[in-house]
């Protein structure tokens, strides 16, 4: 069974940096694709960043320059490196991890709050 678990959220001023992991279990991590997403108070869940099992990335046009995701294979955890945070940037951040059959798997989400 795929499990998924995220940390590092919660509360940040504007400017300020987080970094959320998340670790995953029950699946072969390195050949899995993995991204992160978020959803704000009455918004649709958005992606923020994804990256394949070979490392190529892609970012939202909102996040791209200010975030950076990366993966630990040996780890079996994937990060998003958060800067130059802003309060748009609020939301609750949920790691998704894509096999290469396009089964999809999600975590429980972690709460990042950018407020002063």
């Known amino acids: 069974q795929v499990q998924l678990v995220e940390s590092g959220g919660g509360l940040v001023q504007p400017g300020g940096s987080l970094r959320l992991s998340c670790a995953a279990s029950g699946s072969i991590f390195r050949l899995n694709a993995m991204g992160w997403y978020r959803q704000a108070p009455g918004k649709q869940r958005e992606l923020v960043a994804t990256?394949?099992?070979?490392?190529?990335?892609n970012y939202a046009d909102s996040v791209n320059g200010r975030f950076t995701i990366s993966r630990d294979n040996a780890k079996n955890t994937v990060y998003l490196q958060m800067n130059s945070l802003k309060p748009a940037d609020t939301a609750v951040y949920y790691c998704?991890?894509?096999?290469?059959?396009?089964?999809?798997?999600w975590g429980q989400g972690t709460q990042v709050t950018v407020s002063s």
């Open positions: 990256i394949t099992s070979g490392g190529s990335t």
């Open positions: 998704q991890m894509r096999s290469p059959l396009l089964h999809e798997y």
